[in-house]
């Protein structure tokens, strides 16, 4: 539909306007008016300024209204001439360029930085997996803790030597470090009966210390 | 060297300070006049003008090159009044101090027909003083989204297409909410003048 046609129709969210054939009056409801407002904007169709033009010609109460849009148009300007004549506009370039040159503030460099396209997918994938870490269960460690060394067997004749670490509070941390026979062999377990069994636990004696390194 | 908005910008974009430099003075004086009409404090509206300016610089890269600059100044200056609006709470307006060249154009604006009971009144410049300070409360009292797209059109003579731009509105209800924002205003004026605006039974 071109602009000149009689029935003018505008995009959706739009008041809709008709203008069907010359209008001798035009009332004074809102989609007069409405057309009166883009008639001074110069934003009609030919056939919707033919109308306001028609009406502006018959009835007084529009030419009053068009006279009082006008008027707070140009009082609008009026007032804002006199605002910006009072400003002082020196060195805004200037302070302008030097805000810039500094490093924008970390709001302002991820706002940037959220419009780009990669930047979403990849904050999304790097809370995913941070929140992956933070919530899973916790699995027990080994020395942690709380935990307390029970027993410690090889599976294999080896010799279990310890390996002490003192944290600042005291407490220890022991590792047993199983070392081959002198051989470095592997040999299948054979357990003499003499020797402690698998869950059997070392004899005190032979447990280490802390600080027996 | 070109110097229009289009080649400045790519100038810009590629570091070149003198040519961002000559879009804040192309631009400087529009930006505060529609700064000072939404944030009515000069000194607020200076800093809208400069906070404008900066995120423009920082958003070069991802202006668009097939987009009108100034809709695009014009919008983040929009965007950042809002923000001072909020932040700042309440109003805080300063009125425009006036000299016999406002006092003139005011009176030849002829709001509702101001201007003929104005006439040879004695007590005229007190009375053109308190038109205009009825006007900028009017304006005060309109919502922003009125007040930024009457000051867009007003003092900038922003065409629908343009506003629709500026104002990320479909063009259609540029008309309407420009319709609206003269409507409230006129209705307050004329309270606040005792003038009553031209109506008939159909009026909505």
Same mark, same amino acid.
């Given at each position: 539909?071109?602009?000149?046609?009689?029935?003018?129709e505008?995009?959706?969210?739009?008041?809709?306007?008709?203008?069907?054939?010359?209008?001798?009056?035009m009332?004074?409801?809102?989609?007069?008016?409405?057309?009166?407002?883009?008639?001074?904007?110069?934003?009609?169709?030919?056939?919707?300024?033919?109308?306001?033009?028609?009406?502006?010609a018959?009835?007084?109460?529009?030419?009053?209204?068009?006279?009082?849009?006008?008027?707070?148009?140009?009082?609008?300007?009026?007032?804002?001439?006199?605002?910006?004549?009072?400003?002082?506009?020196?060195?805004?370039?200037?302070?302008?360029?030097?805000?810039?040159?500094?490093?924008?503030?970390?709001?302002?460099?991820?706002?940037?930085?959220?419009?780009?396209?990669?930047?979403?997918?990849?904050?999304?994938?790097?809370?995913?997996?941070?929140?992956?870490?933070?919530?899973r269960?916790?699995?027990?460690?080994?020395?942690?803790?709380?935990?307390?060394?029970?027993?410690?067997?090889?599976?294999?004749?080896?010799?279990?030597?310890?390996?002490?670490?003192?944290?600042?509070?005291?407490?220890?941390?022991?590792?047993?470090?199983?070392?081959?026979?002198?051989?470095?062999?592997?040999?299948?377990?054979?357990?003499?009966?003499?020797?402690?069994?698998?869950?059997?636990?070392?004899?005190?004696?032979?447990?280490?210390?802390?600080?027996?390194? | 060297?070109?110097?229009?908005?289009?080649?400045?910008?790519?100038?810009?974009?590629?570091?070149?300070e003198?040519?961002?430099?000559?879009?804040?003075?192309?631009?400087q004086?529009?930006?505060?006049?529609?700064?000072?009409?939404?944030?009515?404090?000069?000194?607020?509206?200076?800093?809208?003008?400069?906070?404008?300016?900066?995120?423009?610089?920082?958003?070069?890269?991802?202006?668009?090159?097939?987009?009108?600059?100034?809709?695009?100044l014009y919008r983040?200056?929009?965007?950042?009044?809002?923000?001072?609006?909020?932040?700042?709470?309440?109003?805080?307006?300063?009125?425009?101090?006036?000299?016999?060249?406002?006092?003139?154009?005011?009176?030849?604006?002829?709001?509702?027909?101001?201007?003929?009971?104005?006439?040879?009144?004695?007590?005229?410049?007190? @009375?053109?003083?308190?038109?205009? /300070?009825?006007?900028?409360? $009017? =304006? !005060?009292?309109?919502?922003?989204?009125?007040?930024?797209? +009457?000051?867009?059109?007003? @003092?900038?003579?922003?065409?629908? /297409?343009?506003?629709?731009? $500026? =104002? !990320?509105?479909?063009?259609?209800?540029?008309?309407?909410r +420009?319709?609206?924002?003269?409507?409230?205003?006129?209705?307050?004026?004329?309270?606040?003048?005792?003038?009553?605006?031209?109506?008939?039974?159909?009026?909505?």
């Amino acid at each position: 539909m071109s602009k000149t046609d009689a029935e003018a129709e505008y995009e959706p969210g739009c008041v809709r306007l008709k203008v069907e054939g010359p209008l001798a009056v035009m009332s004074l409801n809102s989609n007069t008016l409405q057309l009166l407002s883009a008639y001074i904007d110069g934003e009609l169709t030919a056939a919707e300024r033919e109308a306001v033009e028609r009406a502006l010609a018959e009835d007084p109460r529009v030419r009053e209204i068009q006279q009082s849009m006008r008027g707070l148009g140009s009082a609008m300007r009026a007032l804002s001439e006199a605002g910006v004549a009072r400003a002082d506009f020196t060195g805004l370039a200037d302070r302008v360029l030097g805000q810039v040159s500094r490093r924008p503030a970390v709001v302002d460099r991820l706002r940037e930085a959220w419009r780009r396209p990669w930047f979403p997918v990849g904050g999304l994938v790097a809370v995913a997996a941070a929140a992956f870490f933070v919530l899973r269960p916790a699995a027990p460690v080994p020395g942690g803790e709380g935990v307390v060394v029970q027993s410690a067997t090889a599976d294999a004749p080896a010799q279990l030597q310890p390996v002490v670490l003192k944290t600042d509070t005291g407490d220890a941390i022991i590792w047993l470090v199983e070392h081959p026979d002198a051989s470095g062999a592997h040999r299948p377990t054979t357990l003499s009966p003499d020797k402690p069994g698998p869950q059997a636990p070392i004899p005190a004696q032979q447990r280490p210390r802390a600080g027996e390194l | 060297m070109a110097t229009d908005d289009h080649s400045l910008v790519q100038r810009a974009r590629s570091g070149d300070e003198r040519a961002f430099r000559l879009l804040v003075e192309r631009y400087q004086k529009k930006v505060y006049a529609v700064a000072l009409g939404m944030v009515k404090d000069r000194e607020d509206a200076m800093d809208v003008v400069q906070e404008a300016f900066v995120k423009v610089h920082r958003s070069l890269e991802s202006f668009k090159s097939d987009a009108t600059f100034y809709t695009w100044l014009y919008r983040i200056t929009v965007n950042v009044c809002i923000d001072v609006i909020r932040r700042r709470g309440g109003s805080r307006s300063q009125t425009i101090e006036f000299d016999e060249h406002v006092a003139h154009d005011l009176t030849e604006a002829n709001l509702g027909g101001v201007s003929s009971q104005l006439g040879n009144n004695p007590e005229k410049a007190v @009375l053109q003083r308190e038109l205009g /300070e009825k006007i900028q409360a $009017a =304006l !005060e009292q309109i919502p922003e989204k009125h007040r930024a797209i +009457l000051l867009l059109r007003e @003092l900038d003579g922003l065409s629908y /297409e343009e506003l629709a731009q $500026a =104002l !990320e509105i479909p063009k259609g209800t540029v008309m309407s909410r +420009l319709f609206h924002a003269r409507a409230k205003v006129q209705k307050l004026l004329s309270e606040s003048l005792g003038i009553p605006l031209p109506s008939d039974d159909e009026q909505d």
